[in-house]
């Protein structure tokens, strides 16, 4: 009795590790950039899909060079969901030329981007150019186009590059969203219907999170908040608030940038620097001594993108002067 038992106990394991390979491998494989984007494609794909992302945590989407092992997992990848930031200008090409039967979707190319100041003393006489679509679609966030000047240097880009950081703008994840389901149903018509559920649904999410950050910030438009990367410009626009960058074109601060940024913060009544784990905290660390303030975590490239949001908003609210 005992071995009848047995024999049909493992007769179930089985099945089900038959069952469960086979729904991995009609999973569609999929690259992404950065890690936000993961959460974006799991969003829409579900079970249909199976993510991998190029720019592991703790790593620069600047300066990243992919891994053999990732090269050789690409080559099997159905689709590569490209973002705009600047690994991508020298990798993309590399990535197509080692997969050529592989689509590559740029999530960013419905968005109009802000080009990138060199200091934040230029924000005085800043450009008011929106950032959104390129073209009416049927997004209703498209209204909630955001006006502002562009904050300073991006990593290695040179003055005037655009800012690429269009993952942290809920209205803008809303364009990449669609882009995400309508290259889902290109290549996997048969759940078309799956993946636009899917989409609007975390199109409501976005929705609501977008809302709930308006109400935050309500009453509070035009204060500043200090940050070692520029990376929350585009959120900064969709707010009403101000990023005041501490790095310009992706390096440190010479002394008499510095002394600057201590007096404006000390001006400005700013007493928290908020900096992310990607990069040095040398500069911040100076400035929130010299300001008798703190150095406080804000990471763009967290993986649960809601929750990280409502977080650092949370943050933000609390250290605007």
């Given at each position: 009795m005992i071995r009848l038992i047995m024999r049909i106990f493992f007769t179930?394991?089985?099945f089900f590790i038959f069952i469960g390979s086979g729904d991995a491998a009609e999973r569609i494989p999929v690259f992404?950039?950065?890690?936000?984007?993961?959460?974006?494609?799991?969003?829409?794909?579900?079970?249909?899909?199976?993510?991998q992302v190029m720019v592991q945590p703790g790593a620069?989407?600047?300066t990243y060079e992919p891994k053999p092992k990732q090269m050789a997992a690409l080559s099997k990848a159905a689709i590569y969901f490209s973002i705009g930031v600047p690994f991508e200008n020298a990798w993309l090409s590399k990535f197509s030329a080692a997969n050529p039967g592989m689509t590559v979707v740029a999530t960013d190319h419905d968005i109009k981007k802000l080009p990138m100041?060199?200091?934040?003393?230029?924000?005085?006489?800043?450009?008011?150019?929106?950032a959104g679509p390129?073209?009416?679609?049927?997004?209703?966030?498209?209204?909630?186009?955001?006006?502002?000047?562009?904050?300073?240097?991006?990593?290695?880009?040179?003055?005037?590059?655009?800012?690429?950081?269009?993952?942290?703008?809920?209205?803008?994840?809303?364009?990449?969203?669609?882009?995400?389901?309508?290259?889902?149903?290109?290549?996997?018509?048969?759940?078309?219907?799956?993946?636009?559920?899917?989409?609007?649904?975390?199109a409501s999410t976005i929705d609501e999170l977008d809302t709930q950050l308006k109400q935050t910030f309500a009453g509070r438009q035009g204060l500043q908040?200090?940050?070692?990367?520029p990376a929350w410009g585009y959120f900064a626009h969709a707010?009403?608030?101000?990023?005041?960058?501490?790095?310009?074109?992706?390096?440190?601060p010479k002394p008499a940038q510095l002394q600057r940024l201590i007096e404006h913060a000390r001006e400005s009544k700013i007493n928290v620097i908020f900096v992310q784990p990607q990069f040095s905290t040398k500069s911040a660390g100076q400035i929130a001594e010299a300001i008798h303030g703190q150095v406080l975590p804000a990471d763009p490239l967290a993986e649960d993108?809601?929750?990280?949001?409502?977080?650092?908003?949370?943050k933000f609210k609390a250290a605007l002067r």
């Open positions: 179930c394991a089985l992404v950039s950065i890690v936000p984007q993961k959460f974006f494609v799991q969003q829409i794909g579900k079970d249909l899909v199976s993510v620069s989407p600047a100041a060199t200091h934040h003393h230029d924000e005085e006489h800043g450009n008011h150019e929106a390129h073209h009416e679609a049927d997004h209703d966030h498209d209204k909630d186009a955001h006006h502002s000047e562009e904050e300073p240097g991006e990593d290695h880009h040179a003055h005037g590059a655009l800012d690429p950081h269009v993952w942290l703008s809920p209205p803008l994840v809303k364009i990449q969203a669609h882009s995400i389901m309508t290259a889902l149903q290109t290549i996997d018509p048969a759940h078309g219907s799956i993946y636009a559920e899917n989409y609007r649904h975390f908040f200090m940050v070692f990367h707010y009403g608030l101000q990023q005041v960058p501490i790095e310009i074109e992706g390096k440190d993108w809601t929750g990280n949001l409502r977080m650092v908003a949370e």
